[in-house]
């Protein structure tokens, strides 16, 4: 069975990704099981999706993939984040494919891990033209890599998977995807089955027993509010929204008001962005009258702000 974990962020496609790889699996013959897994997380946040796939039979395993075959990655900045999970679950066997400008030997020396790495320089996530992109192009390397999946059949499970977008940007994600497909042809069929885990094989977990608090209807899990201000979801962010107060008309309920984390505070009239909140879902942006307010990388952000510092000291 092909087990396939993709990893990225609300809004990069990896749900999409994971729909065109299963249809495309079922296009070949295969027996097919793809979900994402998310819950209440906005834009920017890590998530990721999976993929089941096995020829002439039934998929009785359920749940998140624990021990992948092939790990798709659209976003490098998720390897250090623990909560993202990237490399959970990998062994010597494994295939890990990641987006990202820097090439396979940096990737190797930063993980130390004996997993087989594979790194996609087709796609920009900081360029917002190319980011609605990222799911197609992901899409098409896994096939390649995969071994069983004709162009053919990728072609036609974007068209269905992809069928209520306009004509021009459906042709765009196809071209995308294919042209990923082509940048994989020097590692076709790498990735390899692994083996169906046995009913009879399966270990019940340990159970761990939670002490209870007497109460007459219920214990509470939650003791005080406000503590979400300590979850610094800025870390989430790979678009920074930056203001140019020579543009900005000092409107403040059109930005605080759209913010959907209320990352923004209006003081005297003149709005402040909460960065270690600011998920960089840029709706800012998109509602700012006069466009004050623009996307910047986050690395390039960061950039900036050393070297501000080194001019300052």
């Excluded at 917002?128 to 499970?157: H, P």
């Amino acid at each position: 069975m092909y087990r396939i974990r993709l990893h990225g962020r609300g809004g990069q496609g990896m749900k999409t990704a994971s729909r065109i790889l299963g249809t495309a699996f079922f296009l070949e013959g295969y027996e097919v099981q793809d979900a994402p897994r998310y819950g209440a997380e906005r834009r920017g946040a890590p998530i990721f999706a999976y993929v089941r796939a096995i020829k002439d039979q039934q998929i009785y395993e359920r749940g998140i993939i624990q021990h992948p075959d092939l790990v798709i990655v659209a976003d490098d900045t998720l390897v250090p984040i623990p909560a993202a999970g990237v490399i959970t679950g990998l062994t010597d066997r494994n295939i890990v494919l990641i987006n990202s400008k820097e090439d396979t030997d940096v990737w190797k020396n930063r993980l130390n891990i004996n997993s087989a790495i594979i790194t996609l320089p087709a796609l920009d996530i900081k360029d917002l033209t190319e980011l609605r992109f990222i799911g197609a192009s992901c899409a098409g390397a896994a096939a390649r890599l995969l071994g069983v999946i004709s162009k053919e059949s990728l072609e036609e499970a974007i068209r269905q998977e992809l069928k209520e977008l306009p004509d021009e940007q459906l042709l765009i994600n196809i071209e995308k995807a294919l042209h990923a497909y082509d940048e994989m042809a020097a590692h076709e069929a790498v990735v390899s089955e692994g083996d169906v885990v046995a009913v009879k094989d399966y270990v019940e977990p340990e159970w761990i027993d939670m002490p209870f608090e007497n109460a007459s209807l219920s214990a509470p899990v939650i003791f005080s509010g406000a503590t979400s201000v300590k979850i610094r979801t800025g870390l989430w962010r790979t678009l920074r929204p930056v203001i140019d107060y020579d543009k900005c008309r000092h409107c403040w309920w059109v930005c605080s008001t759209f913010c959907p984390d209320s990352a923004i505070n209006v003081v005297k009239g003149i709005p402040e962005i909460d960065l270690d909140h600011c998920k960089g879902c840029m709706i800012c942006v998109a509602q700012c009258p006069p466009h004050a307010i623009a996307a910047i990388a986050e690395t390039e952000a960061q950039k900036n702000e050393q070297t501000k510092e080194k001019t300052i000291t």
